[in-house]
């Protein structure tokens, strides 16, 4: 090697030289044809990730500022026969993510049958931050629908972010929004961590343990079940649906909740039909950037509403902590008593009272070690309960 490297090639030397070149030349040459399908889709993907760049786009020019680089990505799907549609809102999307320093990946493959490449997806990029050191790790993920269209391009997604320094949400891990029919995931915020992992593993794994449960809305109701585990529900937060999941307007009955209104972040078509005409309008509007769309957080009131909201959700978490504490001393004094009463042959109705007692009994022996950062909504709701049925079991049926 060394002397082929410092001296002269003879000339049969440079032909087989050359030769070889060729060869790997028309070898990488029939290997980018055979895949360039997968070399266009990465290179794609690539594109859609390079977000830190400095917007040239025009729309980005008009915000006035490009934010540093964020630890926040989007996620989001595009493929099949109709993706064509929403090629276009995905561009509102990039120009916001120029602007905020957003990161984006966008599946263009079905990974799974049905509805369960979103919720695949999901997990691969939550297992593929999980594997960097935590200092490389983005910090939070917001899957956004692919029929979703920015309207207010300074709305940044970190103003929905629970704040940092309130102490009593630094265990929220997941923001998600209801309409009419309970959880849309259309949009949500997830925090990248072991707890993400959890709620989508539970989540690509319910239907295996609930073969016969009915799914109305696919992966949206697997979801929706799975956030009311107790587990996983204490670490979510619902916020109003209009701050990020706002509906498109003109649906019969639609409740002012739920429909957008000029300043939000963004309209979604959700169960709606004639999606590519709506799409289209919509885009339209976006690329306008009339003033009364376009207004800032801090003029519009929702960097006014977050902090109101936020400072409540605290308060109410508070109270219920205080709250889970007294009702259980409550529960074991009122345990306490129906012993006395019953051993005692005090009590008028000993048959109802021994069944709210051993009712209350079992509770007891579910939540005695629980404290009030492991109970949530369907624990305090038992408790509550459980107080109320001894109340009743121990008030003499002739009583006022």
């Given at each position: 090697?060394?002397?082929?490297?410092?001296?002269?090639?003879?000339?049969?030397?440079?032909?087989?030289?050359?030769?070889?070149?060729?060869?790997?030349?028309?070898?990488?040459?029939?290997?980018?044809?055979?895949?360039?399908?997968?070399?266009?889709?990465?290179?794609?993907?690539?594109?859609?990730?390079?977000?830190?760049?400095?917007?040239?786009?025009?729309?980005?020019?008009?915000?006035?500022?490009?934010?540093?680089?964020?630890?926040?990505?989007?996620?989001?799907?595009?493929?099949?026969?109709?993706?064509?549609?929403?090629?276009?809102?995905?561009?509102?999307?990039?120009?916001?993510?120029?602007?905020?320093?957003?990161?984006?990946?966008?599946?263009?493959?079905?990974?799974?049958?049905?509805?369960?490449?979103?919720?695949?997806?999901?997990?691969?990029?939550?297992l593929n931050e999980l594997s960097k050191s935590p200092n490389d790790r983005l910090e939070w993920i917001f899957w956004v629908d692919a029929d979703s269209v920015i309207l207010n391009y300074n709305t940044p997604l970190d103003i929905f972010l629970p704040p940092d320094h309130i102490e009593e949400l630094r265990h929220i891990n997941v923001l998600v929004t209801h309409d009419w029919n309970g959880?849309?995931?259309?949009?949500?915020?997830?925090?990248?961590?072991?707890?993400?992992?959890?709620?989508?593993?539970?989540?690509?794994?319910?239907?295996?343990?609930?073969?016969?449960?009915?799914?109305?809305?696919?992966?949206?109701?697997?979801?929706?079940?799975?956030?009311?585990?107790?587990?996983?529900?204490?670490?979510?937060?619902?916020?109003?649906?209009?701050?990020?999941?706002?509906?498109?307007?003109?649906?019969?009955?639609?409740?002012?909740?739920?429909?957008?209104?000029?300043?939000?972040?963004?309209?979604?078509?959700?169960?709606?039909?004639?999606?590519?005409?709506?799409?289209?309008?919509?885009?339209?509007?976006?690329?306008?950037?009339?003033?009364?769309?376009?207004?800032?957080?801090?003029?519009?009131?929702?960097?006014?509403?977050?902090?109101?909201?936020?400072?409540?959700?605290?308060?109410?978490?508070?109270?219920?902590?205080?709250?889970?504490?007294?009702?259980?001393?409550?529960?074991?004094?009122?345990?306490?008593?129906?012993?006395?009463?019953?051993d005692a042959s005090a009590a008028a109705n000993s048959e109802a009272l021994r069944k709210a007692l051993q009712a209350a009994q079992d509770l007891n022996a579910t939540i005695f070690t629980m404290g009030p950062d492991d109970a949530w909504d369907a624990e305090?709701?038992?408790?509550?309960?459980?107080?109320?049925?001894?109340?009743?079991?121990?008030?003499?049926?002739?009583?006022?």
């Open positions: 090697m060394l002397a082929t490297a410092c001296f002269p090639l003879q000339p049969r030397q440079r032909r087989v030289a050359s030769l070889v070149v060729l060869v790997g030349f028309v070898t990488l040459l029939l290997h980018f044809t055979r895949h360039r399908e997968a070399w266009r889709d990465r290179a794609q993907q690539v594109l859609e990730l390079s977000s830190f760049k400095m917007p040239t786009h025009k729309d980005a020019e008009k915000a006035g500022h490009v934010y540093e680089k964020s630890r926040i990505i989007k996620v989001t799907m595009i493929y099949g026969s109709s993706s064509h549609i929403y090629e276009r809102a995905l561009r509102t999307h990039k120009v916001h993510n120029q602007i905020h320093g957003y990161q984006m990946m966008v599946q263009r493959h079905e990974m799974l049958p049905g509805f369960w490449t979103k919720p695949s997806f999901i997990l691969s990029v939550i959880l849309n995931n259309g949009i949500f915020g997830l925090r990248v961590g072991p707890y993400a992992a959890e709620l989508f593993a539970s989540i690509m794994a319910y239907s295996n343990f609930h073969p016969d449960k009915p799914l109305r809305f696919q992966d949206q109701s697997v979801m929706d079940e799975v956030l009311k585990q107790s587990k996983f529900g204490k670490h979510s937060a619902k916020l109003p649906q209009r701050w990020f999941n706002a509906y498109t307007t003109g649906i019969e009955n639609m409740p002012a909740e739920s429909e957008v209104q000029a300043g939000d972040l963004l309209v979604h078509f959700a169960g709606v039909g004639n999606r590519e005409s709506l799409v289209t309008h919509w885009c339209d509007l976006s690329e306008k950037r009339e003033p009364k769309w376009t207004t800032q957080p801090s003029e519009n009131g929702l960097v006014e509403q977050l902090r109101s909201f936020w400072e409540s959700y605290k308060t109410e978490l508070v109270q219920n902590k205080e709250k889970w504490v007294q009702d259980k001393t409550q529960l074991q004094e009122k345990i306490a008593k129906a012993h006395d009463a019953l305090r709701e038992r408790l509550s309960t459980a107080l109320e049925e001894m109340d009743k079991a121990s008030t003499p049926p002739n009583a006022a």
